[in-house]
């Protein structure tokens, strides 16, 4: 870890003076100089620190029992799909599947997820499902929080001894409060949502 501080130390170093150097300091006025400076040191600094997902703060029922850790983390970003349908003269929309790409935290392809059943697929080809054994609330107009416990994956790569996986960072995906009565049944709605999904496996 030190000889990563002071690599990123010695980088920051050669373009602060790279920055310096003519002709990028006589082209660019010196408070946006500084301005650029901050901003690219900061970003580097962020990667160079990124640290593992905490369950610090997540609700009990949210989090994956000791024994586990991180193997993975994804971003997704996509739609679920909603269809509106009847039962008993009672109106609903019902989710029938999301779909998702996933991606990396530093932005790389991951991925895709999609259902029904819940499919998290790796871009090794390796996939997995899994039964929900927990949901909480998440702020309004967000999806709830989830904790999965998953099956045994199919496929070599990245999903296999995948035990858990949390649904966290939920934003959208939620259903319409109106819109689905006896003349709009079998109607669909796409709710573009974002969410990080954690992958765990046994220590």
């Known amino acids: 870890m030190t000889g990563a501080i002071a690599s990123f130390e010695i980088t920051a ?3 602060k003076a790279s920055l310096m150097n003519r002709p990028f300091a006589n ?11 901050t901003t690219l040191l900061m970003v580097m600094s962020g990667c160079a620190t990124h640290s593992p997902f905490s369950q610090d703060g997540l609700p009990q029922t949210i989090m994956v029992p000791p024994g586990n850790t991180v193997s993975m983390e ?9 269809q509106c349908r009847a039962d008993n003269n009672l109106f609903e929309w019902v989710s029938v599947g999301p779909q998702a790409t996933l991606k990396s935290r530093d932005g790389k392809p991951a991925g895709r997820y999609v259902g029904p059943p819940a499919t998290w697929e790796a871009a090794d080809g390796s996939m997995v499902t899994g039964l ?9 107009g967000n999806i709830p929080i989830q904790l999965v ?3 045994p994956a199919t496929g070599k790569g990245s999903m296999q001894g995948v035990t858990y996986i949390q649904r966290v ?12 009565d006896m003349t709009s049944v079998g109607k669909k709605f796409d709710a573009p949502y974002r969410a990080d999904y954690i992958f765990y496996k046994a220590n």
Do not use: E
Not at 132 to 140: E, G, K, L, N, Y
């Open 149 to 151: 416990k998953a099956n």
């Open 74 to 82: 994804v971003v997704a970003a996509g739609q679920i799909t909603y």
């Open 27 to 37: 082209n660019v006025a010196p408070h946006y100089r500084s301005y650029f400076l």
């Open 132 to 140: 929900q054994v927990a949901i909480a609330a998440a702020t309004t």
């Open 169 to 180: 960072a939920t934003h959208g995906g939620i259903a319409p409060a109106t819109g689905c």
């Open 13 to 15: 170093s050669h373009i």
